[in-house]
């Protein structure tokens, strides 16, 4: 018996809606990564882009438990000697706050050509309106949904 390999034309792509307002952020991050990387399907394969695509509200309204938002710093590196940069979370939220969820759930990505492909696929807004209404997607609901709890 041979072992059944599947092609990238056997998947069907579905477009997901997450709100996260209220939400903690790294436990939000893992189920939209898990979402991103199709573990929530049967068919996953490891080395394969079978996830979905996930478009995340709210992304400025996301809680951090702890000191975190004060104390966590991200760090960047301009290239030039001394280029070092630091900024806290509080820093970012005001600049750019999609940028905090897209930093967690790129963490939680490989770390090669397949994670660059898959956080492509993320899409963070800050309010509650975006443009890819004409996907249709599913809203996934933080209590009730299969995907969103992960039972």
Same mark, same amino acid.
């Given at each position: 018996m041979k072992t059944?390999? %599947?092609k990238q034309t056997d998947y069907e792509r579905r477009w +997901?809606?997450? !709100?996260?307002?209220? *939400?903690?952020?790294?436990? /939000?991050? $893992?189920?939209i990564a898990r979402i991103l990387r199709g573990k929530t399907k049967p068919q996953f394969? %490891?080395?394969? !882009?079978?996830? !979905?695509?996930?478009?995340?509200?709210?992304a400025d309204k996301v809680k951090l438990s702890g000191d975190k938002e004060r104390e966590k710093t991200y760090f960047r590196h301009s290239g030039y000697p001394g280029?070092?940069?630091f900024e $806290? @979370?509080?820093?970012? =939220?005001?600049?750019?706050? *999609?940028?905090i969820i897209r930093?967690?759930?790129?963490?939680?990505?490989?770390?090669?050509?397949?994670g660059r492909r898959l956080i492509k696929k993320l899409h @963070? +807004?800050?309010?509650?309106?975006? %443009?890819? &209404? /004409? &996907? =249709?997607? $599913?809203?996934?609901?933080?209590? *009730? !949904? =299969?995907?969103? @709890?992960g039972r």
């Open positions: 059944f390999i %599947p +997901y809606t997450v !709100d996260l307002e209220g *939400e903690v952020l790294g436990r /939000a991050a $893992t189920r394969t %490891p080395h394969m !882009d079978v996830g !979905d695509f996930v478009v995340v509200l709210n280029g070092t940069n $806290t @979370v509080e820093k970012l =939220r005001q600049r750019k706050p *999609e940028e930093r967690a759930v790129r963490g939680m990505l490989p770390k090669n050509r397949l @963070v +807004y800050t309010g509650d309106s975006h %443009p890819h &209404q /004409a &996907q =249709r997607p $599913t809203v996934i609901n933080k209590s *009730e !949904d =299969r995907i969103w @709890v």
